[in-house]
């Protein structure tokens, strides 16, 4: 196999969980539609979901050449061992994007700089395949960084990047409500249930199921949850724009705030560093 062959692969396996989310966002058109009661806005809401494309898109383009420049270099400078493109070999390179997405998103979700990007993913009401779409301006930065690991074990770009695309091609499907439960498939892989109970605002669903592809990882660190009772979907604040500069950067004004109180300098970098929703009576063991 060579990366032009492995390339393509990644581009075929994109194509097909395309196809996948595209017939089942069909599905909940009709069914928004036909018996929905706030068709205007439910599409309202699709259609911002939507717009935090135009960002992501523009910076991606931008990301992906710098994260190829930036992996070859380490790899050329540092790592005299490499993995063989081979199918055990990109096996692997899958196993390795998945366990390093699981940790690349609970850490977004535990860090409150990074948080500030990924919430724009977890801040509609609603969830459908489109929702799968919102992202966060600069959420592919963080991304970028936390797969360099993947370079030292040996992996080329070509891999990482082949990971990177499956993993996130196989959440497009999962960002419905159209599929309920599927049995012992949600103890084991990342599906529409699991998700759901991720997108959830209550306690007992919040920071549960980072997995892509499968939830063992979630299974052995602990933070897997079934789906119980359907999920109230959101920020647990109260948030709920349809105003795309508002939805893009929800999340910086209140960390500024934050950050500008602050009484020391270490005190705005733990702003930044720890979970969001944390203050300094915290550290005090107030
Ligand atoms: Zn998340």
Redesign the pocket.
Known sequence: MTPDTLTTLGTQIDEVFLLIGAAILLIELAEVLFKGSHKGRTLAEMAVSASTQIPSILIEIFLLTAAYGLYYILADAFVPWEIPLTWWGIALAAIAADFTYYWE?RI??EVRLLWTQ?AV??SSRDYNIITGIRFGPLEGVWSLIAHIPLVFLGFSPEMIFFGIIVVLAYQTWIHTEVIGKMGWFDTVMNSPSNHRV?HGSEDKYLDKNYGGITVVWDQLFGTYQAEEETPRYGLKRDFDSRNPLVVWFSEIPGLWRDMRQARTWGEAWRYMMRPPGWRPSADRGE
């Open positions: 998103h977004a979700h990924h993913h977890h991720h």
